[in-house]
Each structure stands twice: as structure tokens, then as C-alpha cells.
């Protein structure tokens, strides 16, 4: 299923040879490598979208840093360790940012590269929206606003109950925040002390119907989530060098969850799509595809 | 013997809880009414208070299922299905194996009135994939559907009286699950009854042998997955079929029973429940009476409709 070939003739595969061979994590720590990564990631998203005919590349774009940086730095997902009850676990409650996660998964070899082209065709495990009953790589159903911190909770509550010391990771979006369930969670998550909790806003400013701040603002979001009690981190959601560090705070905070504000930008790393609110829920077309991948793979070059 | 049904959940989850450490219980600050409160205090180190957070709750609940706990989300059944969302999305489309125990079903609750009713419960929760459906009528029903529940693989939805039911079956019952259960003998009328309206069944067919209408009670325990089969047979047995529950008629067991006979016997059927209306406050005798839930209401509805 897995198309190795296709990975060795069309991307950059230090990473996937040297985890074959596991050196990676004692090699592979180069930031520059990791960028790389996600730079190839972009490439099979644009693609993946441009062969659905829909999907959401703007906050895909703005997450594949940051999911490159928690897959392969934080939870080191290996097709070998994914199903392990003592596994980290990552719900993607913005479920909408599917393509960047089925990128990683095919990178990682959860998912073949087949399945990731075969994006929102039917009877895929790719469905448009992540589906735990399609592919449960995924943790958990989501795609409906708000729910996934909860599901993350209960996950990290279920870790503490048994001593186990495996972390959780959420992804949330920064509309999704609306969302009242958000609102429950962040009030939950630190009565029970979960410091094995890790929430990532993906805050790319915007969502469909226009910019957070005009639709519906969040802010002061630290603020908010301050005097909820949380460890609130703010960086740059495509800086690595602030992922290392803020990730690292959070596993050495004890006693309360952590949440790290990353500020993005929709539709990172392709030029006409980027912080566009047009571009939240509608795929390339093939001259759009093309000026895209041109752009991206001269990130690698 | 008369015992609440949530009582006896909650009596059984809490013996439950020595043989099996997976259980967890959470409640959304109704321990007091859904008697969650005896596993609380036995095991406070697996019974967590979640606050007035129904939908956060249920996503809890979901994500600890998925870590390979058995919990069991306790609240009266109008907040727990009212957050229906969470229910169809992180439960239901990631068949997780969590137990959702709504209490105080009906209008049988009396006085607090419609908004603390669970009237349109069983309909919403069986339009979803992968759930089950259960509504005992006895505290030794509700005791052996507790023990099976921890077992069973998917979403529950388990649905719970406030007021006190009296003993239907023996001691020595065997519950089954996803089958009926015959408790009279009787071919002129068939009665298909779910939770507390099975005693009201059982009294309403006493008062009408007494003229000469032999009716067959069933009770109807599990309602998704229902017992097709025995619904066929009852109906090919006796001459005209009714249902009754303390639920809107609409989507729930009179629904469920109809859908099954028009697609393999086709029959006339009569279905007692609340005609699309909300309850209202009121003694729960005075509501059941007003509404032709108890057993003269019932004897009334089937003799009337028998002989028109």
C-alpha cells in the first residue's frame, strides 16, 4: 500500500530512511530538517486538496508546522508505537484541518500515499472530516466544532487514573473557540490537574464568513485562558525554535494544563492564499495548483 | 417490593464497582437525584463531579471509553439527550463504549414539570447509529441491565424513572438483552409496554380479563435493538396492537413497534404516549391519570378502541 518509490522520487526522504534505520531521533533534530518536512507536507496537501476538488487548505497550511513539530518532536509517532495504550495521543479537535494530519499520517506510513490523494473519495479512510470509524489513527471522531477538548480531557483524565505518564495533545482552532463546549473544557481541564494535557490554538485570525475579530472576537484570548488557570504559552506557530521551547515548558508544568497560543498564518507557505479568508473551504484549481507547487517547492530548493 | 429505577442503578453500579476497576462515574452536579451518589462515595477516586457541563461531560466520558474505562455519564435524561450534538459526533461516530444513564424519564416526575422531563429522550438517541437503547421496568431489571451494560461493546443510552416502580419480575430473571418479554397470556389484545408503564400495563390487563379482554403484556426492555421477531409474533397472535410508554409517541417505542410491523405484518396499531404535546407540573398520579398513562387510562384506550 505504502508507495515508498513515490516518497523517494518526489520528496526530500532523509527523515523516512533514517527512522528505518532509527537514528532519527538522536540525528534528526536539525530544525532545518523539520521545516523541510513540513514544506513537503504542504506540497501533498495542495495536492491531496487539488484532487478532492474541496477541502480547507487555509488551515491546513497554518497547522502542518506545528503537527510536523508535535508528531515527529513530541509524541514520535512510528506506525510501530500508534496503537500502544501507553501512546501520547493528538485529537485534532478543528477537524476541518484534516489534510494536514492525513499528510503527516502518510509521512509516518499510518496511512499510504494512495489514501491521502484519495482525499473525500468515497469509501476512503480519508473522509472529509476526520472519522475514527474509518481510520482510528485518528483518536476520536471530530469535525464538529468544539467537541475534541472534551474527548482530550477524558483521555488525559483516563492517564492520571491509571499512573500512566502518556501525554495529550489537542489542536483547537481559534473560531472553534466560540464554540460554548471550548468554554466547559477550559473550565474542566485544570479542577482535575491536568498537566498531561496539551492544548495547541492554531490562531490564524481567521474563519469562514470573515476575520475572528469581526465575526466574533476572542480576544484578550491569554487573558481569558490565564484566568482560567491554565499555563498559557504565546508564540509563533512556524517558529521552531519557540515550538521546542514552549513544548518543553509544558511538560515540565506541573499541576495544570497547558495551552500554547500559536499565532499563524492561514495559507502559510503559498503566497496568494495566505492570511485570505476566501481560502478557508475551497480547493485550488490546476492553474492555482501549479503556481502553488512552484512556490512551495521552491521553499525547498 | 417499589424501588426508583435510578435507585437501583445506583445501588448496582456502586456493588459493580468492586468487581470491575474500569468503571468511572460522572456526574453533572445531580449525584443527589441520579444516585450516582453511592458509587461516589465508595469510590471518590473514580467518580468525578463535572459540574453543570452536560456536553463536556459526554465528551469526557467518549475520551476515557476510548482509553478503555467503562463510564457511566449520569443526568436526568432531558439534559443528557438536549446536548444531542456531542452525543452523535463524539459518541456515536466513534462508537465509543460510554453509558449514558438519563434519569427522571417522563412525565411520571411530576411537579418539576416539562423542562425537567425526558420526553423526547428515546427518539433522539435511536435515530443514531450504533446506540442501544434500554428502559427497565423494575429494580431487579434495572440491576441485571446494569451488569450487562458493562460488558456490552458501543453506546448506551439507559433511561431511568424518578418515581418508585413496583417489582414486575421474579427474582430468578434472566435478562436478555435486545428481547421482549411476555408477562401475561391473552390473544384478544397485545400491549407492547417500556419502563414505567408496564406495572400500569399489568393492572390495566387485570381490570379488563375482569370483562372478558384477555391482553397479552410485553415488556419491551430494549427498544433499539428491538426484538423484531417477538413484535411479529404477538401481532400475528392477537387481534389488535398497542403500545405504551410515558414518552412522546413520536420516534419512540410506538414509533419503533410500527416501523417494524408496516415493513413485515402490516396492522393496525394504537400507540399511548404523549400526543406531540409537552407535560406539565402536577402529583405524578394526577398527570398519569390526565394524560391516560395509568391503568384505568390504559384499560380505557384499549376497550374503546377494541370495540370501535
Avoid at chain 2, 23 to 39: E, H, R
Amino acid at each position: 500500500m505504502h508507495k515508498d518509490g513515490v516518497f523517494l522520487k518526489n520528496h526530500f526522504d532523509c527523515y523516512l530512511i533514517l527512522v528505518k534505520f532509527g537514528k532519527f531521533f538522536s540525528n534528526m533534530t536539525d530544525i532545518q530538517q523539520l521545516q523541510r518536512i513540513a514544506n513537503e507536507l504542504r506540497i501533498d496537501i495542495i495536492k491531496s486538496l487539488h484532487a478532492a476538488k474541496s477541502g480547507h487548505p487555509g488551515g491546513s497550511l497554518s497547522s502542518i508546522d506545528l503537527l510536523v513539530y508535535i508528531f515527529f518532536e513530541e509524541i514520535k509517532r512510528t506506525k510501530e508505537n500508534a496503537t500502544l495504550p501507553t501512546r501520547d495521543r493528538f485529537i485534532l479537535s478543528k477537524g476541518h484541518g484534516a489534510p494536514a494530519l492525513y499528510a503527516v499520517f502518510a509521512r509516518i506510513g499510518l496511512i499510504s500515499y494512495d489514501d491521502l490523494m484519495n482525499l473525500r473519495v468515497l469509501e476512503s479512510c480519508t473522509q472529509g472530516h476526520p472519522s475514527y470509524l474509518h481510520l482510528p489513527y485518528l483518536e476520536a471522531s471530530t469535525g464538529s466544532l468544539g467537541q475534541g477538548l472534551s474527548i482530550a480531557t477524558g483521555m488525559a483524565l483516563a492517564a492520571k487514573i491509571d499512573k500512566l505518564d502518556y501525554r495529550v495533545y489537542c489542536m483547537i482552532g481559534d473560531g472553534e473557540t466560540q464554540e460554548g463546549q471550548i468554554w466547559e473544557a477550559f473550565l474542566s481541564a485544570p479542577k482535575f490537574k491536568l498537566d498531561n494535557l496539551c492544548v495547541i490554538l492554531d490562531y490564524n485570525k481567521s474563519q469562514i464568513d470573515g476575520y475572528i475579530k469581526d465575526v466574533l472576537d476572542i480576544e484578550p484570548y491569554v487573558d481569558k485562558l490565564k484566568a482560567f488557570r491554565w499555563n498559557v504559552l504565546e508564540i509563533d506557530g512556524h517558529n521552531f525554535n519557540e515550538m521546542e521551547r514552549a513544548f518543553t515548558n509544558a511538560k515540565s508544568t506541573k499541576n495544570k494544563p497547558t495551552i500554547i497560543v500559536a499565532h499563524t498564518i492561514k495559507g502559510k507557505g503559498v503566497s496568494f492564499m495566505e492570511d485570505k479568508v476566501e481560502w478557508h473551504g475551497k480547493a485550488p484549481n490546476d492553474e492555482e495548483t501549479e503556481i502553488a507547487l512552484q512556490e512551495l517547492q521552491k521553499l525547498l530548493n | 417490593m417499589s424501588k426508583a429505577t435510578r435507585t437501583a442503578f445506583g445501588e448496582e453500579i456502586a456493588k459493580l464497582g468492586e468487581e470491575y476497576s474500569e468503571i468511572v462515574v460522572l456526574d453533572a452536579d445531580l449525584s443527589k437525584s441520579t444516585m450516582s451518589q453511592y458509587f461516589a462515595k465508595k469510590f471518590p477516586e473514580r467518580f468525578f463531579e463535572m459540574g453543570i457541563e452536560e456536553a463536556h461531560m459526554i465528551g469526557v466520558g467518549t475520551g476515557l471509553a476510548l482509553s478503555g474505562k467503562i463510564p457511566y455519564c449520569c443526568s436526568f435524561a432531558c439534559f443528557i439527550t438536549g446536548r444531542y450534538d456531542t452525543i452523535r459526533i463524539s459518541a456515536a461516530y466513534s462508537n465509543a463504549s460510554i453509558r449514558l444513564i438519563g434519569t427522571h424519564a417522563g412525565i411520571g416526575i411530576g411537579e418539576d414539570g416539562t423542562s425537567q422531563m425526558g420526553l423526547e429522550d428515546i427518539s433522539l438517541i435511536r435515530s443514531l447509529p450504533n446506540f442501544s437503547v434500554c428502559q427497565p421496568c423494575d429494580e431487579i431489571e434495572t440491576k441485571a441491565l446494569i451488569r450487562y451494560t458493562v460488558k456490552h461493546k458501543g453506546p448506551m443510552y439507559i433511561r431511568l424513572t424518578r418515581q418508585n416502580l413496583r417489582d414486575v419480575n421474579p427474582p430468578t430473571y434472566n435478562f436478555q438483552f435486545g428481547k421482549g418479554v411476555e408477562l401475561t397470556e391473552g390473544n384478544d389484545a397485545v400491549i407492547f409496554a417500556t419502563g414505567a408503564l408496564v406495572n400500569e400495563a399489568l393492572d390495566a390487563s387485570n381490570k379488563l380479563r375482569e370483562k372478558g379482554i384477555n391482553l397479552r403484556v410485553v415488556n419491551i426492555h430494549t427498544i433499539k435493538p428491538i426484538d423484531e421477531e417477538l413484535i411479529i409474533k404477538c401481532a400475528k397472535e392477537c387481534k389488535t396492537v398497542f403500545t405504551a410508554e410515558d414518552h412522546t409517541i413520536i420516534g419512540g417505542l410506538g414509533s419503533a413497534v410500527c416501523e417494524v410491523l408496516a415493513e413485515n405484518f402490516p396492522s393496525k396499531v394504537f400507540r399511548i404516549g404523549l400526543k406531540d404535546v409537552f407535560g406539565e407540573s402536577g402529583t405524578p398520579e394526577a398527570l398519569y391519570r390526565k394524560y391516560g398513562f395509568d391503568s384505568e387510562g390504559i384499560a380505557k384506550t384499549i376497550e374503546t378502541k377494541m370495540n370501535s
